[in-house]
């Protein structure tokens, strides 16, 4: 079974330019999360899905920052315009179950460098 | 909400050493205590959890202990191993809120 893939990977872009990352959660998982690490510090929720619709948006930073997942599957996060500060990891994470406390499922990052 | 402080944010410990990782919490509604363990280029991976009704579960060489009372909880590697290197977050939640994450501790194991 495959796990939860990101894309890209990585990602260099200039201060004011845009960028979308994406996030294929594990085949089945209704819940997406969307975590962003800035380096040394915590792993830092940012939005939850249960299938297309937004749970939890309440960690997103500003309006700088959308996301979504169209028909319940794959989810994108854009950053418009992007600035310094959102240089860091971005990582996707599904599970299958919404209430207590199944197991998150993490992908391996999109790491953002902002010059 | 929640907020979870983590020690130390560096460890190095010899092969064979244990190694003891600490986190704090803020919330008394929190229940579910997590572990999760990133290697080098991948993305971060449940090793342990523990829920508030337990004070102790162990699997192998890994145990967890949670001090309800105090709102502390930590990890324990014994006999670690040079694959033991990596970086070890512990995170909190309560009910359907997000998982709270710790800052991070890099463990180093020296051989």
């Known amino acids: 079974e495959a796990g939860v893939t990101q894309f890209p990977s990585h990602s260099v872009i200039e201060k004011g330019q845009t960028v979308t990352l994406r996030c294929d959660p594990i085949s089945g998982h209704d819940n997406l999360y969307w975590y962003r690490r800035v380096m040394g510090k915590e792993i830092k929720f940012l939005l939850h899905f249960v299938k297309e619709s937004k749970q939890d948006e309440s960690g997103m930073p500003n309006n700088r920052f959308l996301a979504e997942r169209t028909g319940g599957t794959y989810s994108t996060l854009k950053v418009q315009p992007a600035e310094l500060e959102d240089s860091g990891v971005y990582f996707c994470a599904s599970s299958k179950q919404l209430r207590g406390t199944g197991e998150l499922f993490f992908g391996e990052g999109s790491r953002l460098t902002v010059l | ?111």
């Open chain 2, 1 to 111: 909400g929640e907020n979870v402080e983590q020690h130390p944010s560096t460890l190095s410990v010899q092969e064979g050493d244990s190694a003891v990782i600490k986190c704090t919490y803020s919330d008394s509604a929190s229940n579910y205590f997590p572990w999760y363990k990133q290697e080098l280029g991948k993305g971060p991976q449940l090793i342990i959890d523990i829920r508030s009704n337990v004070g102790e579960k162990k699997d192998q060489r890994i145990a967890v202990t949670l001090n309800k009372t105090a709102k502390h909880f930590s990890l324990h590697i014994t006999e670690t191993q040079p694959e033991d290197s990596a970086v070890y977050f512990c995170a909190a939640k309560s009910g359907n809120t997000p998982l709270v994450f710790g800052k991070g501790t890099r463990l180093s194991v020296i051989a």
